[in-house]
Antibody, heavy 118, light 110 residues
């Protein structure tokens, strides 16, 4: 069975850092595009970052570009999101997602709550 | 800049059919593929439709979708109380490498 198991969320101070992990199993991780998506409390979904199968292509949303970095370790079947210079407005549940086709994510992690507060 | 617009809410009675629109507005989505998600409270989104009109395995044919040059539409037939949820459209702008979600539509099954 396909599984995406997330870890690494929690509380951070403004200006602080957190790293999220997403451990994949049950599919050929190294062949898949992967995404990070977030959802602020009571709000909709927001695309955060994308990484290609080999990690050579990455892109980040405007609101996190220059502060967040998506990466992957195909040997460990793990996706990462390094979040630096955190802001209060980064408070959200962060989800990793496996691409099926053209930004359609057929499997999602359980979500990692991130709270940025002083 | 790149926006997908959905109605904030729709409602219908059990057994009826409802449609949810997703408009690209000034964002040309003619060449884009659109996907649709259902999100129940406190859970991760669930993929309902991909590549404009395809259903993943396990999604009943009560869920259907279509797309034109400027908008996409999700249809849900034979509404059930379990369909009461938030629905999001999404698309990927290939040339720019960015993803965009619609603002979401709250479906209430009365």
């Amino acid at each position: 069975d396909v599984q995406l198991v997330q870890s690494g969320g929690g509380l951070a101070r403004p200006g602080g850092s957190l790293r999220l992990s997403c451990a994949a199993s049950g599919f050929m991780f190294r062949n898949n595009w992967m995404f990070w998506v977030r959802q602020a409390p009571g709000k909709g979904l927001e695309w955060v970052a994308t990484i290609g199968p080999h990690g050579t292509f990455t892109n980040h949303g405007d609101s996190v570009r220059g502060r967040f970095t998506v990466s992957r370790d195909n040997a460990k079947n793990t996706l990462y999101l390094q979040m630096n210079s955190l802001r209060v407005e980064d408070t959200a549940v962060y989800y990793c997602g496996k691409d099926l086709s053209h930004f359609a994510m057929d499997f999602w992690g359980q979500g990692s709550p991130v709270t940025v507060s002083s | 800049q790149f926006v997908l617009t959905q109605p904030p809410s729709v409602s219908a009675a059990p057994g009826q059919k409802v449609t949810i629109s997703c408009s690209g507005g000034s964002s040309n989505i003619e060449e884009n593929y659109v996907s649709w998600y259902q999100q129940l409270p406190g859970t991760a989104p669930k993929l309902l439709i991909y590549d404009n009109d395809k259903r993943p395995s396990g999604i009943p044919d009560r869920f259907s979708a279509s797309k034109s040059a400027t908008s996409a539409t999700l249809g849900i037939a034979g509404l059930q109380t379990g369909d009461d949820a938030d629905y999001f459209c999404a698309t990927w702008f290939d040339g720019l490498g960015i993803g965009v979600f619609g603002g979401g539509t709250k479906l209430t099954v009365l």
